[in-house]
């Protein structure tokens, strides 16, 4: 299904172009003078999860903040290039970035649940988008938890704090908040840096079942995490992409010496 691209051998794109979920065409990210992302072009397939990887600073988050327009945040941020979705570029100016959020969700590294209960953090995001049902709300918060595996530990304490659950079950929480809005692609940035082994079991067991319902890409500095997970992975460096493809190869026969460098703990 794959074919290497002409452009750069060492980037995979994909031959079957209605298994494309998101793609960037020549990214290039400014922080005032500091060129962060430097023209990066990148193709991610549907229902699959790829791992960005790399050296602290190299630029994995700016990539992956821009993919959903967070950067726009930012004052001193500019992006050009393309991000298409479905046809759209998602960088263009007259885009409804709000509901352009509801299909491309974002998790962050550090859980941030809001001050509220369980229930609610779930059920806010739908009410903001205009859902008022109560039952249609229960259903989608039930579904949601479900998904994110955390349903049988707090089904019987829906409207306790959210600030009450362990980090892990608090990550969980806000991939169901996520999901609850039902976006095709949903970008993670560290999701488990701050979690225990047992919650980055769980988060991990999560995303690989999500993968049925959604496309997912995935900053990730822990190597066995993306190795385990991963179906594919790019190899950040210095603002490019250096190497991509399917994550076996990049682990165990990588192009370039680079990555092999950083895949084996090597790096300088
Ligand atoms: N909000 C910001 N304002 C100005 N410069 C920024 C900002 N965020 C990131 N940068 C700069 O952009 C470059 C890329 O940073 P980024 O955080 O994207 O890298 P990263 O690969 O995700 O790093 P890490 O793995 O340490 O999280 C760095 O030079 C960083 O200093």
């Given at each position: 299904m794959?074919?290497?691209?002409?452009?750069?051998?060492?980037?995979?794109t994909l031959?079957?172009?209605?298994?494309?979920?998101?793609?960037?065409?020549?990214?290039?990210?400014?922080?005032?003078?500091?060129?962060?992302?430097?023209?990066?072009?990148?193709?991610?397939?549907?229902?699959?999860?790829?791992?960005?990887?790399?050296?602290?600073?190299?630029g994995?988050?700016?990539?992956?903040?821009?993919?959903?327009?967070?950067?726009?945040?930012?004052?001193?941020?500019?992006?050009?290039?393309?991000?298409?979705?479905?046809?759209?570029?998602?960088?263009?100016?007259?885009?409804?970035?709000?509901?352009?959020r509801?299909?491309i969700?974002?998790?962050?590294?550090?859980?941030n649940?809001?001050?509220?209960?369980?229930?609610?953090?779930?059920?806010?995001?739908?009410?903001r988008?205009?859902?008022?049902?109560k039952?249609?709300?229960?259903?989608?918060?039930?579904?949601?938890?479900?998904?994110?595996?955390?349903?049988?530990?707090?089904?019987d304490?829906?409207?306790?704090?959210?600030l009450?659950?362990?980090?892990?079950?608090?990550?969980?929480?806000?991939?169901a908040?996520?999901?609850?809005?039902?976006?095709d692609?949903?970008?993670l940035?560290?999701?488990?840096?701050?979690?225990?082994?047992?919650?980055?079991?769980?988060?991990?067991?999560?995303?690989?079942?999500l993968?049925?319902?959604?496309?997912?890409?995935?900053?990730?500095?822990?190597?066995?995490?993306?190795?385990?997970?991963?179906?594919?992975?790019?190899?950040f460096?210095?603002g490019?992409?250096?190497?991509?493809?399917?994550?076996?190869?990049?682990?165990?026969?990588?192009?370039?010496?680079?990555?092999?460098?950083y895949v084996?703990?090597?790096?300088?």
């Amino acid at each position: 299904m794959k074919s290497q691209s002409t452009q750069n051998t060492n980037i995979i794109t994909l031959k079957d172009k209605s298994t494309v979920a998101l793609e960037t065409n020549d990214l290039h990210v400014y922080y005032g003078d500091n060129e962060a992302i430097k023209g990066v072009s990148l193709e991610f397939e549907k229902n699959k999860i790829t791992s960005l990887i790399g050296p602290s600073g190299c630029g994995k988050s700016t990539y992956l903040r821009s993919l959903n327009r967070m950067n726009d945040e930012i004052e001193i941020a500019k992006v050009t290039g393309e991000i298409l979705y479905k046809g759209v570029d998602v960088n263009a100016s007259n885009i409804d970035v709000f509901e352009m959020r509801k299909n491309i969700g974002m998790v962050f590294q550090r859980p941030n649940p809001f001050s509220k209960s369980i229930y609610d953090n779930i059920a806010f995001a739908l009410k903001r988008h205009g859902l008022k049902d109560k039952n249609e709300l229960d259903e989608i918060v039930e579904t949601s938890l479900k998904q994110a595996a955390l349903w049988d530990q707090v089904k019987d304490n829906l409207h306790k704090s959210a600030l009450a659950l362990s980090g892990g079950q608090q990550q969980r929480l806000c991939i169901a908040r996520a999901i609850a809005l039902k976006p095709d692609i949903l970008l993670l940035d560290e999701p488990a840096s701050a979690l225990d082994p047992i919650s980055t079991a769980q988060v991990e067991e999560t995303l690989l079942e999500l993968k049925e319902n959604y496309s997912i890409i995935i900053v990730t500095h822990n190597m066995q995490q993306a190795s385990r997970i991963s179906d594919y992975t790019a190899f950040f460096y210095l603002g490019n992409v250096l190497e991509y493809d399917d994550t076996r190869k990049v682990f165990t026969r990588p192009k370039i010496q680079k990555t092999e460098d950083y895949v084996s703990g090597n790096f300088g």
